[in-house]
């Protein structure tokens, strides 16, 4: 603990890797009953350098990375693609807590992408049918039909076939940080780096 009570972040206190810290907050976070605890605002930016940033929710985690899945032709889909790197925080804010990463995104196998698809409600599958993420439509109108129809032709006791331009992405950290809120600003924020040689290095680093 800090002064006046406050959570303090240190060194010592740290798991011994990146994977093993972010789990163990992560685990905190889930029983703080948080509103969307693994929701995580992933930035990106497109082959001219814009940037854009969107939530999107954690649904696969282990020492390779960070796993999502989404609209591949989608605007962040079209960006990973032409620029195959990526950011992410995750804002716990009422634990006062924030979780940032960097890193290379790669296409998870399909295999996991339709494992994954497969997991997933009735509707949120008809959904991904329905809609072309990020494109411009005519109306609201427009995406109910499509749905409607997809309805139709794939009812609840069929199969509903994974689009092809839907799959999960990784992001393969190379950067970590955890970053521990205090009341008087001078935050404690604590980075797990890779280093050339394929080492992690964790560095303190000023608020």
Not at 41 to 56: E, I, K, N
Not at 145 to 164: F, G, I, Q, S, T
């Amino acid at each position: 603990m800090a002064r006046g009570g406050e959570i303090a972040l240190r060194e010592q206190d740290l798991a011994p890797t990146w994977l093993e810290q972010f789990e163990r907050w992560r685990a905190e976070a889930l029983a703080a009953d948080l509103a969307e605890p693994e929701a995580m605002v992933l930035a990106t930016a497109d082959a001219h350098g814009r940037p854009s940033a969107r939530s999107v929710l954690l649904k696969g985690l282990d020492e390779r990375g960070f796993e999502f899945f989404t609209g591949l032709d989608s605007r962040k889909g079209q960006d990973i693609a032409a620029n195959p790197r990526a950011a992410f925080a995750f804002p716990w804010y009422e634990l006062r807590r924030q979780v940032l990463a960097t890193g290379a995104v790669e296409l998870v196998a399909p295999e996991r992408s339709e494992q994954y698809f497969a997991t997933r409600p009735y509707g949120s599958r008809i959904s991904a049918l329905a809609s072309r993420q990020s494109s411009v439509i005519g109306d609201r109108a427009e995406l109910e039909a499509a749905r409607a129809e997809l309805e139709r032709r794939y009812p609840p006791d069929r199969v509903v076939p994974r689009p092809e331009r839907w799959g999960g992405l990784r992001l393969q950290p190379d950067s970590v940080e955890f970053w521990q809120g205090r009341a008087d600003r001078l935050h404690d924020r604590l980075r797990f780096r890779l280093q050339a040689g394929g080492e992690w290095v964790v560095e303190r680093l000023s608020p």
